[in-house]
């Protein structure tokens, strides 16, 4: 098994069974020229130490960006503004499109992307003096356009909670994706803001079958936890939708009409879907896992995924990479949109409302006395 090996070196091969994270192997980070073939021995041996996996604990490094809020070009995401608190995700969902993105950091995309988080932590000092901008018009923020902002380290570092504040007192609008309970300690800041007509919530929901989810996504809510979000997000008020992310061919597509019935009987308003993407390293990722996991079901798993890919793996081209293409992509997506329909899913919230905003008034100019939770990594 091949793997990266950067300058901190042990860190960077093959890491055998680790006990709840998704990833069982840091793969080769592309940006790296040095890489180090494992032997399978090796991995036995770690095996035979930890047979029920060892732990591997979670790394916060500061993120010492000058902005927050990032403009997204993309077409097919639906929103222009984003705001990521953090980088790398300890839910650890294998899945994750985002992974690659850890490797412009010089990490790996696999174990280190759920162990090696970098954190803003001064996000909301720097979100208040970019709404406090003239050309600034309360566009809507999309948290996050990348890992979740309500992953288990926001507990204790509460950064999203911070950005909340501010973009409250704003009147900031935002939509929010998150498969996390957490977000419901933020409940008055988000009644704050729906009074306005200032925010939508989209809890993520990939899988009813708890036993699958604490697999596929070893720290993120169970789905029962999820269903309750929904609930509570509702009865306060808040537009809530859900969003099946990611569908994935022959495991939980299937599930798709009980998802979306549970959904709606919670409260939701919406729906939306997105099919199984595998870009770059989260292939390898995701077909070691389906094989430790589920290996009965791993090729057939394989050979579905690929007939919503025109015969590959991953299609990154707009306008596809959402949704796949072909006969079954076509069968998911006809079945989605009538089920939908069917639980009275198909309208929606729509966006944000701008119309409330209100610029900061009281801008800090100066954050470098900010104090440090953590050294510099």
């Known amino acids: 098994m091949s793997a990266g090996c950067g300058a901190d070196g042990a860190r960077w091969f093959a890491v055998g069974p680790v ?7 840091n793969t080769p980070n592309r940006y790296e020229d040095v890489r180090l073939e494992v032997l399978g021995d090796w991995i036995d041996r770690m095996v035979e130490r930890w047979p029920d996996g060892r732990q591997v604990v979670t790394e916060v490094y500061r993120d010492r960006s000058r902005s927050v809020i990032n403009r997204v070009d ?22 994750c499109y985002a992974r690659p993105e850890h490797e412009r950091l010089g990490f790996s995309a696999g174990l280190d992307f759920e162990t090696r988080i970098v954190a803003k932590l001064d996000a909301p ?13 309360g566009e809507v923020i999309a948290m996050a356009g990348v890992t979740d902002v309500y992953q288990p380290l926001e507990k204790k570092l509460g950064i999203t909670r911070g950005c909340l504040e ?28 729906a009074r306005h007509d200032a925010v939508r919530v989209a809890i993520s929901l990939t899988t009813l ?22 609930r509570c997000l509702a009865e306060a008020g808040i537009p809530t939708t859900v969003m099946v992310a990611p569908i994935i061919p022959g495991l939980t597509d299937r599930e798709v009409p ?11 308003r919406g729906a939306g879907y997105v099919m199984l993407r595998l870009p770059g390293p989260v ?9 430790r996991q589920l290996p009965h079901a791993a090729e057939g798993v394989l050979g579905r995924i690929r007939q919503v890919r025109d015969g590959r793996l991953n299609d990154s081209a707009f306008g596809r990479r959402m949704r ?48 440090r939770l953590f050294d510099d990594g």
């Open 74 to 95: 993309s077409p097919d995401v639906g929103f222009e503004w984003t705001l990521n608190p953090y980088r790398g995700c300890e839910h650890g969902c294998i899945y």
């Open 258 to 268: 009980a998802i979306l019935r549970a959904a709606a009987d919670a409260g939701a």
């Open 166 to 193: 501010v973009m409250a007192r704003c009147r900031q609008p935002v939509s929010i994706v998150t498969k996390s309970r957490l977000i419901l300690r933020d409940l008055n800041l988000l009644t704050d803001l």
């Open 125 to 137: 000092q720097l979100l208040k003096k970019e709404l406090a901008r003239p050309r600034w018009r």
């Open 283 to 291: 292939r390898e990722l995701f077909i070691d896992w389906l094989r």
């Open 19 to 25: 006990r709840g994270r998704g990833a069982g192997l």
């Open 209 to 230: 079958d708890g036993e699958l989810a604490a697999k596929m996504e070893p720290r993120a809510a169970a789905p029962p936890q999820r269903l309750a979000a929904i």
């Open 324 to 371: 796949g293409q072909g006969h079954r992509a076509g069968q998911v997506a006809a079945l989605f949109d009538l089920i939908r329909r069917r639980c009275g899913l198909s309208g929606g919230p729509g966006r944000p409302s701008s119309a409330a905003f209100t610029p900061p008034r009281d801008v800090a100019t100066d954050t470098r006395g900010q104090p």
